[in-house]
């Protein structure tokens, strides 16, 4: 009897863990807080998560997840490109763009659904390159 109840505090604890990691969510998808590239120079972002439930992915920019614009997406085995043509997505799931320049700033979301949809966001600070010099 005593050991029945260890086990149903242990299990109830457990499921309560559970429900707890559910309600964070914030462990199911992690971006770099910050990347800095200076102009012309790719940027890389990596998403982690676990890939074994991926249903769909999406890398969306603009400061409000639900307003951000798609650049590139990943629905099953299929990716959906955007009309930025400097955007790529990696084997592992980074996003990256091509000759940055300054108009790239901004912060940058790597959206998963797995049983549930999750996100985490990256702010991008691309700082201006070398100045090129004119002759007159
Ligand atoms: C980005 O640049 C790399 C290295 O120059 C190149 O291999 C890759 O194909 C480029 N990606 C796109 C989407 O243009
Ligand atoms: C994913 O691949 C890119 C280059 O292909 C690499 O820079 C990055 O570190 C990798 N990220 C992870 C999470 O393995
Ligand atoms: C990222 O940018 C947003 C909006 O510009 C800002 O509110 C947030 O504090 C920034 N986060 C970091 C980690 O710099």
């Not at 979301?109 to 949809?117: A, E, H, K, P």
Request: net charge neutral; charged share 20%; glycine share 6%.
């Amino acid at each position: 009897m005593e050991l029945f109840a260890t086990v149903h505090v242990a299990f109830i604890t457990s499921l309560l863990f559970s429900v707890f990691k559910l309600i964070m969510c914030q462990d199911q998808v992690t971006t770099p807080g910050t990347v800095f590239v200076t102009e012309g120079e790719i940027a890389t972002f990596y998403c982690r998560f676990d890939p074994s439930n991926l249903v769909a992915l999406d890398w969306k920019k603009g400061e409000d997840v639900n307003t951000a614009v798609s650049l590139i997406r990943l629905f099953k085995t299929r990716t959906i490109r955007g009309d930025d043509l400097r955007v790529d997505m990696t084997r592992n799931y980074s996003l990256t763009i091509n000759e940055t320049t300054q108009a790239d700033s901004g912060v940058y979301w790597c959206q998963v659904t797995l049983q549930g949809v999750f996100e985490s966001s990256t702010n991008l600070t691309v700082s201006p390159g070398k100045k090129k010099l004119v002759y007159i």
